[in-house]
């Protein structure tokens, strides 16, 4: 992540880890040492990150538990592809408190349904308890613009994002809680992910 936010000359960035290794391979929870927004640990995780170029007041870690339930995933083949039960991991969301009164919020929820609705739901009440302008960014793992369906919320951006070599699904979002003046912003497709980019430009007042 130290690597990412200096390629974009952003000098405040943070990094929470969800699990220390590798989901589907082995992994287990992080200490408490561990679960800081900066850690130095030289053992791999998986986790969430965030990089600004605007200030950080201050940031936040929102712990989301697993689903104790798996589902079947489609994983890539010679052949094709071939349906594999996989089990549910735990999730983090990283709260940024911006001085520029905005405070932006990513994660990566769960691929479970229903479960993943209520990690956005835990992730929205605590926001409630910070001040700013709230926006929600970050894979969602929820298709046809439930996110906003479902809330309060509204998607700033709509684009197929699924997979990145020919996206048919919306897992991807920009929510912001309250109405915002943005305008779409190109975003550069890339394949080095299998999600592609979105991307917005919004208006200070």
Do not use: C
């Not at 071939?82 to 983090?92: A, M, S």
């Not at 969301?93 to 956005?120: C, D, K, R």
């Not at 992730?123 to 439930?146: E, Q, S």
């Not at 996110?147 to 997979?163: E, F």
């Amino acid at each position: 992540m130290e690597i990412i936010a200096a390629a974009m000359e952003a000098p405040y960035w943070g990094y929470a880890r969800a699990v220390i290794g590798t989901p589907g391979v082995g992994w287990r929870h992080p200490s408490d040492a561990e679960k800081i927004i900066h850690s130095e640990s030289i053992q791999s995780g998986y986790g969430i990150g965030l990089a600004s170029k605007i200030p950080v007041r201050r940031w936040h870690r929102i712990d989301l538990s697993a689903s104790l339930i798996g589902i079947p995933l489609p994983f890539p083949t010679a052949k094709g592809f071939t349906l594999k039960y996989t089990q549910d991991e735990p999730r983090v969301a990283i709260v940024a408190e911006l001085e520029n009164g905005f405070t932006v919020t990513a994660t990566h929820l769960s691929f479970v349904p229903f479960w993943n609705y209520f990690q956005m739901l835990k992730i929205m009440r605590f926001l409630r308890t910070v001040p700013g302008r709230h926006i929600i960014v970050g894979d969602l793992n929820m298709a046809f613009n439930l996110p906003d369906r479902l809330t309060s919320w509204k998607s700033l951006a709509s684009k197929k994002t699924y997979p990145s070599y020919k996206p048919s699904l919306q897992f991807d979002y920009i929510l912001a809680a309250k109405k915002l003046k943005f305008k779409p912003l190109v975003v550069p497709d890339s394949l080095i992910s299998d999600h592609r980019p979105v991307g917005v430009s919004i208006e200070l007042d």
